[in-house]
């Protein structure tokens, strides 16, 4: 069973716009980024394919696969 953690998400650009703001914080089971993307594209309508995002966490680009701990902040 996954454990969900606080996650600040940064949205740029399009996502930003499609979102409605520009950041928030989630509870998320969310593993890595790939997870979390996937998961806010349920939550908004977002039309970006995951290959076509950047993404850091805490401020370093970084592989969609990193894993994600309490307290991160994701941009993408």
């Given at each position: 069973?996954?454990v969900?953690?606080?996650?600040k998400?940064?949205?740029?650009?399009?996502l930003?716009?499609q979102?409605?703001h520009a950041?928030?914080?989630?509870?998320?089971p969310?593993?890595?980024?790939?997870?979390?993307?996937a998961?806010?594209?349920q939550?908004y309508p977002?039309?970006?394919g995951?290959?076509?995002?950047?993404v850091?966490?805490?401020?370093?680009f970084?592989?969609?696969?990193?894993?994600?701990?309490?307290g991160?902040?994701?941009?993408?």
């Amino acid at each position: 069973m996954a454990v969900n953690k606080r996650i600040k998400v940064n949205y740029y650009a399009v996502l930003r716009d499609q979102a409605g703001h520009a950041e928030e914080w989630l509870d998320t089971p969310a593993g890595t980024p790939r997870e979390l993307y996937a998961e806010l594209c349920q939550r908004y309508p977002f039309v970006l394919g995951e290959d076509r995002l950047r993404v850091a966490v805490n401020l370093e680009f970084c592989d969609r696969s990193q894993p994600l701990a309490e307290g991160d902040a994701v941009v993408f």
